[in-house]
């Protein structure tokens, strides 16, 4: 386990924003996390309970103690028609999706290279290409912080919706995640509707796709639109797609012929964020050090010494465009502290 005063977390947070934290814990078992969550005071508060890093703005140091999981391994159970797979919360979440391919085990591919750890997985609801991490996830194994209790939910306990559960809502500081168990199938069913991911496989003259054909194309589209974040800093997608009601939508239609959008039910659509900000001419744009990618407008990206603050900005200057063209308010999908 690690116990660290004044630590830096350039290192922990994908944008690469230099700030620092009052105290870093890392635990490695369940045991050690007890441990530490039965022993904090309320000097060592407020707590940030950190992942990878992927999907968190870091606005100024932290004055108070972070908590990352390093508990790893994965076991597996038979189930009807194919596997629970049970992930420690500090495995790499794409690690984890290519173990699920290669041992034939089905459900992630469209998941495939979305950053973070598994943790995450299950706070977040990550999702892309047409999925939702909330549809393999079979139950979450926490550890509440004021008890140090063992507690496991259920996936119907967590309310997942669209980027929600409720780790993001009324539990949130309350849990820290330790396992998350994925129900996978043997039956190999493609879901290649969502995105370009039809064209992406035509390239290579592929019509019905294997697993491990379906995941390489997914990670070269996004190699292709979203930056690594080892060479600009960024959180990948930063807002979510706003989901409108039926007479928003037939409105913009209206307006906008050629506007791409997702059905969600009878009355709801999904209008894609970054469609938007393009529209509003923020692609490739910059205001201070921070930018919109030029690629891939739903990205924000650190060109380089940017602050928390900066990025910010240049947040709330595309929503407030946004929402002057459109009227559509968009909500960053990334955790800004």
């Known amino acids: 386990m690690k116990d660290i005063r004044d630590y830096d977390l350039t290192g922990h947070n994908t944008f690469g924003i230099q700030a620092r934290c009052r105290r870093f814990i890392e635990f490695q078992t369940v045991s050690e996390l007890r441990h530490v969550v039965t022993r904090l005071t309320a000097a060592d508060e407020p707590l940030l309970l950190l992942g990878g890093g992927s999907n968190l703005l870091l606005t100024r140091d932290y004055d108070g103690t972070v908590l990352h999981s390093a508990i790893r391994g994965l076991e597996v159970t038979p189930a009807d028609g194919g596997v629970l797979l049970r992930a420690g919360s500090g495995e790499v979440w794409d690690d984890v999706v290519a173990y699920a391919v290669e041992h034939d085990w089905h459900g992630a ?45 259920s996936n119907a306990q967590c309310e997942y919706a669209y980027r929600q559960s409720r780790f993001k809502r009324d539990w949130r500081d309350r849990y820290v995640v330790t396992y998350v168990t994925y129900r996978l199938t043997h039956a190999f069913e493609p879901r290649l509707d969502y995105g370009n991911i039809r064209a992406e496989l035509e390239k290579e003259h592929i019509t019905t796709p294997t697993a491990r054909q379906l995941r390489e194309a997914i990670i070269r589209i996004r190699e292709a639109k979203l930056p690594d974040p080892r060479v600009t800093g960024n959180a990948g997608s930063f807002f979510m797609n706003p989901v409108v009601d039926k007479r928003k939508y037939d409105e913009l239609a209206a307006q906008y012929p050629a506007m791409p959008h997702y059905t969600i039910d009878e009355n709801h659509e999904k209008i894609p964020a970054g469609w938007m900000i393009d529209q509003c001419g923020w692609k490739g744009r910059s205001l201070g050090r921070a930018g919109v990618h030029d690629k891939q407008a739903l990205v924000l990206v650190n060109r380089g010494g940017a602050t928390g603050q900066e990025v910010v900005r240049l947040c709330e200057a595309v929503r407030d465009d946004v929402f002057r063209k459109f009227g559509i308010a968009i909500n960053p999908e990334v955790n800004i502290r």
Request: without cysteine; proline residues 2%.
């Open 109 to 153: 591919e469209n998941l495939s290279f979305i950053p973070g750890e598994v943790g995450a997985s299950a706070v977040q609801n990550i999702g892309a290409y047409g999925a939702e991490v909330k549809d393999l996830i079979d139950k979450v194994e926490t550890v509440e912080i004021a008890t140090g209790r063992e507690v496991t939910f």
